[in-house]
């Protein structure tokens, strides 16, 4: 098992087994640079005190993680190696960029200058690492960061998370909103979007069981089976409520289908994308609309 970085260091060694913790989920509080080599490589061997000494010297603004490709064949080829060396930068779990062969320490001090974080985008990340443990300040720091930059929208997106855990709906829908003018919303925006309408839905007072009852006596009443759809899911019995839902779209009444469609759509929106729930109904709406 890999260790963790000596902090006066900044260099660890990963494999298949641990590239994952050392560089993926690292990536999501510094920026990595991930160096992929071999020991019978000369070029790699040459390069690889050049990003070391740079590791050091940033001391902490980037973690320089190294991956024999000999024993990480499975990452390495995960990230499409062909030759080596072969360095990538990564940050929040992304890739960045990438170069391939031996370059000069000048060309590559430049290189990772330009991937470093902005002043902005370091404050979201140092206000990840305090939402466990302080609130109001990571809550400063995310509109520190806004401040700085008003078009970083993980700034954004990131304090609209931070007041909905807080239970502060009213506050994160203005943030949500704010991003919507722009005419798009990231993913993690729409999911937190979906997640303001769940929570509107579960401030109502619903009693499914007498929904359930007036839904099988009243069969065409398409309002109370909408409003079945929107209780169940906002008591997150989503399987029930995209069953509820697609039955509306079905009956394609352009009254009910828009809202009915757009339930479903925030439930896959919570729900893990490629998990069979999701799969198996957006095949299903997908059918029902076209």
Avoid at 56 to 84: C, H, M, N, W
Avoid at 116 to 129: D, F, G, H, I, K
Wanted: net charge negative; aromatic share 6%; glycine share 6%.
């Amino acid at each position: 098992m890999t260790e963790s970085p000596d902090p006066k260091n900044w260099i660890v060694e990963a494999d298949d087994a641990s590239f994952q913790s050392e560089a993926v989920e690292r990536s999501r509080d510094v920026l990595v640079v991930v160096d992929f080599w071999a020991a019978w490589c000369q070029p790699c061997r040459m390069l690889g005190p050049i990003l070391e000494q740079l590791a050091r010297e940033y001391d902490g603004k980037f973690v320089l993680v190294k991956v024999d490709t000999e024993k990480a064949p499975g990452i390495a080829g995960g990230f499409g190696v062909q030759s080596i060396p072969a360095v990538y930068a990564m940050r929040d779990g992304q890739l960045l960029d990438y170069f391939v062969g031996l370059l000069p320490e000048g060309q590559i001090r430049g290189w990772i200058d330009r991937l470093l974080p902005t002043p902005a985008e370091q404050l979201v990340a140092e206000s990840r690492q305090l939402e466990s443990t302080d609130d109001s300040a990571a809550e400063a720091k995310l509109r520190e960061a806004i401040e700085l930059d008003p078009n970083l929208a993980a700034a954004s997106i990131a304090l609209a998370e931070l007041l909905l855990r807080q239970g502060r709906t009213d506050d994160s829908r203005a943030v949500i909103e704010t991003l919507e003018q722009r005419g798009f919303l990231e993913p993690e925006a729409e999911k937190v979007k979906a997640e303001l309408h769940m929570a509107e839905q579960a401030d109502k007072t619903v009693d499914l069981e007498a929904l359930r009852k007036r839904v099988a006596d009243e069969p065409q009443n398409l309002q109370a089976r909408l409003e079945l759809a929107e209780g169940l899911a906002a008591a997150k019995d989503y399987e029930p409520a995209l069953q509820t839902a697609l039955a509306i779209v079905e009956t394609h009444n352009k009254e009910f289908v828009d809202p009915a469609r757009g339930l479903m759509i925030d439930v896959f929106r919570l729900l893990d994308d490629s998990g069979p729930l999701v799969t198996e109904y957006r095949r299903r709406l997908s059918t029902a609309l076209y």
